[in-house]
Each structure stands twice: as structure tokens, then as C-alpha cells.
């Protein structure tokens, strides 16, 4: 069955540094990954998506993630965080019925 | 292009009530999914339809159920509420699958 683990639930990171948020997945079959970004009371917006091909994906709003087969990993990372990034990040995969982590959410410090 | 819209945004049932959401997917969207996130148990796949058949469904109850019409947009039925039920319903489209689901605000359930 597939599923996805977020192993950390809140992070908190000063404005400019960088982030890297972390994900695993179980998939029986070449996942399809994504990352979605959700600000409070808002649906979810994609920032980046990994389907096949170069392991390296880049998104929208500076974030890029690395899929990582021998460690079932997509982790997701950005140089220098914004402020308005806080929010809370979720990492799915599948197709038509995504299996969503539980989530991170960032706060940035000024 | 516009983006996934649902109705209503906010909505205040009683226990025992049923109730309708609505769903309009992005135009040329033929696939829709719903999915129920509570802080308990996160984000959870209820069902999907595609060309107004119902595809594949999640684990919920009879209760929760669904109907896609002919130009896409999509409804979503929840009868006989319970205070679980209160969770905000997140509605996502895609051209198909696999693909990119691209999802709405969401509506705010509140069972009381």
C-alpha cells in the first residue's frame, strides 16, 4: 500500500536560511510525487511534481525537491526562506487517489 | 483559466442533517477528486469520478457519496451527519490520471 511519511510535524527556520523539508514514500510502482503548500483556511497549491525524469525538479516561489529511489525520498528544499513561506507543506503521491503526509508546518523567525 | 471553484465555502449542518457540496473543475478537466482533511486524520481520498462514472473510492462510509454531471462539475452528498463529519472538503481536478490535481478553497464544514 502506498503511503508517506513527514517525520517532522512543526520546523521552524529564521527568514533567510535555508530549508529542507523531508518526505518518504512507500509506492509498489514508480511514484508520482508532489509537494503542495497550504496557507490557513486556503486549499492546496502545488509547488512541484515529480513524474520521471530528472531527479531534480524545480517549482514555483524558489523550491526545489530531489527524488531519491534507493531511499524512497523526495525532500523538499529552498536556499533562502521568506517569510511568506510560512505555512504548512504536504508531500503526496499516487494519481487520481493521493496519499498525503501529515504534514509540516514552517514558521519562519524574523 | 479559472481555477476549482466549490460552494459553499462555509456551512453549518446539525447532526442528523444531509448535505450537498459543490465542485467546478477546471474547464477541460475531466476528472475530479474529493478528499476530507480533519486534524486528526489528515488528508483522506474520498472518491474520484471521471466522465460522470465513479472511478475509485476511499474508505468512508454509504454515507458520503458523490454524482459527476455531463460538463464535469461535481457534487459531493453527505447524509445523515455526524460531529466526525466536520472537517473542510478539499475538491481537486486533473485532465485525467496520472496528472496533476489542481484543487479548490475548499468548504468548511461544521457539524453541530
Known amino acids: 500500500a502506498q503511503s508517506v511519511t513527514q517525520p517532522d510535524i512543526h520546523i521552524t527556520v529564521s527568514e533567510g536560511a535555508s530549508l529542507e523539508l523531508r518526505c518518504n514514500y512507500s509506492?509498489?510502482?514508480?511514484?508520482?510525487l508532489f509537494w503542495y503548500v497550504q496557507s490557513p483556511g486556503q486549499g492546496l497549491q502545488l509547488l512541484l511534481k515529480?513524474?520521471?525524469?530528472?531527479?531534480l525538479v524545480q517549482g514555483i516561489k524558489g523550491f526545489e525537491a530531489e527524488f531519491k529511489r534507493s531511499q524512497s525520498s523526495f525532500n523538499l528544499r529552498k536556499p533562502s526562506v521568506h517569510w511568506s513561506d510560512a505555512a504548512e507543506y504536504f508531500c503526496?503521491?499516487?494519481?487520481?487517489?493521493?496519499?498525503f503526509g501529515a504534514g509540516t508546518r514552517l514558521t519562519v523567525k524574523p | 483559466k479559472a481555477g476549482v471553484t466549490q460552494t459553499p465555502r462555509y456551512l453549518i449542518k446539525t447532526r442528523g442533517q444531509q448535505v450537498t457540496l459543490s465542485c467546478s473543475p477546471i474547464?477541460?478537466?475531466?476528472?475530479v477528486s474529493w478528499y476530507q482533511q480533519t486534524p486528526g486524520q489528515g488528508l483522506q481520498f474520498l472518491f474520484e469520478?471521471?466522465?460522470?462514472?465513479?472511478?475509485n473510492k476511499g474508505n468512508f462510509p454509504g454515507r458520503f457519496s458523490g454524482r459527476q454531471f455531463s460538463n464535469s462539475r461535481s457534487e459531493m452528498n453527505v447524509s445523515t451527519l455526524e460531529l466526525g463529519d466536520s472537517a473542510l472538503y478539499l475538491c481537486a481536478s486533473s485532465l485525467d490520471s496520472p496528472d496533476t490535481q489542481y484543487f479548490g478553497p475548499g468548504t468548511r464544514l461544521t457539524v453541530l
Open positions: 503526496a503521491v499516487g494519481a487520481w487517489d493521493m496519499r
Open positions: 515529480y513524474f520521471s525524469g530528472d531527479t
Open positions: 509506492y509498489g510502482a514508480t511514484p508520482y
Open positions: 469520478y471521471f466522465s460522470e462514472t465513479q472511478r
Open positions: 474547464s477541460g478537466h475531466r476528472s
